[in-house]
């Protein structure tokens, strides 16, 4: 059974660091896209940013700020966000992408974790 498990989240006050990571079982990831999505109450679910194989991108609003790795020993990936801001809240997804295609659309997406949530204060 595959499994995404996100952790790390939690409560920060702004302009703070919080580092995520999404543990991956039943499968290996190596060759596929990792992406995290985040949806805030309300609204659409998001991309935040993908990685594949050593390739990384980024949604505009996190660019610079957040930043994607992967350990493939560990079938782990990870979402380091720094300079956090209000506007960052929501539940964050770890999701993977067996095709590595579309990876901007949640729809392109197979497997996901069931979320952590990030709350900055200000």
């Known amino acids: 059974q595959v499994q995404l498990v996100e952790s790390g989240g939690g409560l920060v006050q702004a302009g703070g660091s919080l580092r995520l990571s999404c543990t991956a079982s039943?499968?290996?990831?190596?060759?596929?896209?990792m992406g995290w999505f985040r949806q805030a109450p309300g609204k659409e679910r998001n991309f935040v940013g993908s990685?594949?194989?050593?390739?990384?991108s980024y949604a505009d609003s996190v660019k610079g700020r957040f930043l994607i790795s992967r350990d493939n020993s560990k079938n782990m990936v990870y979402l380091q966000m720094n300079s956090l801001k209000p506007e960052d809240t929501a539940v964050y997804y770890c999701?993977?992408?067996?095709?590595?295609?579309?990876?901007?659309?949640?729809?392109?997406?197979?497997?996901w974790g069931r979320g952590t949530q990030v709350t900055v204060s200000s």
């Open positions: 999701a993977a992408n067996i095709r590595n295609t579309n990876y901007k659309s949640p729809l392109a997406y197979n497997y």
């Open positions: 039943g499968r290996s990831f190596d060759r596929n896209t």
């Open positions: 990685i594949t194989g050593t390739y990384t």
